[in-house]
C-alpha cells in the first residue's frame, strides 16, 4: 500500500500571479490534488495555509508577484511551500492582540500548520508550513495504477498547452486547466480511434462501462 501511496504522491509546483482570484484557483486545484492523494481530511487546512501564505505575497511584496506553489510530502507529513522573488519581506508572526493587521495570516498558519519556516536563497524566498497528514484516507491498490496514468497524462498535455514563454499572470490556475486537458487527451484518442477505423462511439461506451464497475463500492 505505501508503494502506491508514493507513486500517486508525486511532488508538483505551478507558477502564478500573485492575485486573489489566482488564491481561489488554487484552493480548488488543491482540493482536487489532495483528493486523489487520498488526503481529503487536511485539505481544509492545506487551503488556509495556501490562502494566507498567498495573501502574505500579496500584502507585502505586491499584487501581481511571479510566484510558486510547491507541494510534496516530507514523510507522514503535507509540505507546502510558496515562492517568491523578495527575499527582504519575510513573514512575521504577531503575538494575540497585536494592533497591526499584517502578521495575523502567519498566526493561522501557525495555528494549523505542524511547523513553518522561511528559507532564503539567492534570488527568492520559500515560505514553507508542513501539515500532519498521517490521517489521510488510504488509496486502494486496484485504483492507484489508473489515477497514476490519468496524472501523468494530464500533466503531459498541460505542459504542451501552456506556452514557456507565457507569463504568470496569463495561466489561471483551476480545475478548468484539468478539465481542458482531459478533454484534449480525449479528442486526440477519437482522432487516432477514427484514422485506424475503429467505432469511437462504441470504445467510449465501453470505457464508461468499465468506469461505472470499478467505481461502484465494494460489498
Request: aromatic share 4%; with cysteine.
Amino acid at each position: 500500500m505505501q508503494n502506491d501511496l508514493c507513486t500517486l504522491r508525486k511532488p508538483w509546483s505551478l507558477a502564478f500571479a500573485a492575485e486573489p482570484e489566482e488564491a481561489a484557483a488554487l484552493r480548488r486545484l488543491l482540493r482536487l490534488h489532495l483528493g486523489l492523494w487520498g488526503l481529503s481530511e487536511v485539505v481544509e487546512d492545506a487551503q488556509l495555509c495556501v490562502t494566507e501564505l498567498v495573501s502574505n505575497v500579496i500584502a507585502h511584496v505586491g499584487a501581481g508577484t511571479p510566484t510558486t506553489l510547491a507541494v510534496s510530502m516530507n514523510g507522514p507529513r503535507l509540505r507546502i511551500e510558496i515562492q517568491d522573488p523578495d527575499t527582504r519581506a519575510l513573514p512575521t508572526l504577531l503575538q494575540s492582540g497585536a494592533d497591526a493587521e499584517g502578521g495575523r495570516g502567519m498566526a493561522l498558519v501557525d495555528a494549523v500548520a505542524a511547523r513553518w519556516g522561511v528559507e532564503l536563497h539567492g534570488d527568492r524566498k520559500v515560505t514553507w508550513c508542513e501539515l500532519a497528514a498521517e490521517r489521510g484516507l488510504p488509496i486502494s491498490r486496484h485504483d492507484s495504477p489508473r489515477l497514476s496514468r490519468a496524472e501523468g497524462l494530464l500533466d503531459l498535455y498541460r505542459v504542451q498547452e501552456v506556452p514557456i514563454a507565457a507569463t504568470a499572470s496569463s495561466q489561471r490556475l483551476s480545475v478548468a486547466l484539468a478539465e481542458e486537458a482531459a478533454i484534449d487527451i480525449i479528442t486526440d484518442l477519437l482522432h487516432w480511434l477514427h484514422q485506424h477505423g475503429r467505432d469511437a462511439d462504441d470504445l467510449l461506451d465501453r470505457a464508461q462501462t468499465h468506469f461505472e464497475a470499478e467505481s461502484q463500492p465494494s460489498a
